[in-house]
Nanobody
Framework: QVQLVESGGGLVQAGGSLRLSCAASGRTFSSGLMGWFRQAPGKEREFVAAIIGSSSGTFYADSVKGRFTISRDNVKNSVYLQMNAVKPDDTAVYHC???????????????????WGQGTQVTVSS
């Protein structure tokens, strides 16, 4: 059974930094695609970033490009999201997700990811 467990969320001031972690178990995650999504109250879940297992190629939403960095450690079976220069609009529950196949067209589509973590709350104060 695949399990994804996020950690690292919390309260941070605008302009500060936070690092989220996602520990994966149940299979080897050196293939496929790992992603981060977020959901704010009253809003739909939105794509944040993704990283390809086999090549470590990365993708970012325009809203976080230049501020957030996704990375992975295949030895630890973990994915990270380094969040810098955070803004109040970044406040949301952040989820990591995994899909077994990569698509350059649907990498940002939440419905295409097969496995999800429970999420970790990030709150940015102004």
């Amino acid at each position: 059974q695949v399990q994804l467990v996020e950690s690292g969320g919390g309260l941070v001031q605008a302009g500060g930094s936070l690092r989220l972690s996602c520990a994966a178990s149940g299979r080897t995650f050196s293939s496929g695609l790992m992603g981060w999504f977020r959901q704010a109250p009253g809003k739909e879940r939105e794509f944040v970033a993704a990283i390809i297992g086999s090549s470590s190629g990365t993708f970012y939403a325009d809203s976080v490009k230049g501020r957030f960095t996704i990375s992975r450690d295949n030895v630890k079976n973990s994915v990270y999201l380094q969040m810098n220069a955070v803004k109040p609009d970044d406040t949301a529950v952040y989820h990591c997700a995994y899909r077994r196949t990569f698509s350059s067209i649907t990498y940002s589509v939440a419905a295409r990811y097969e496995y999800w973590g429970q999420g970790t709350q990030v709150t940015v104060s102004s």
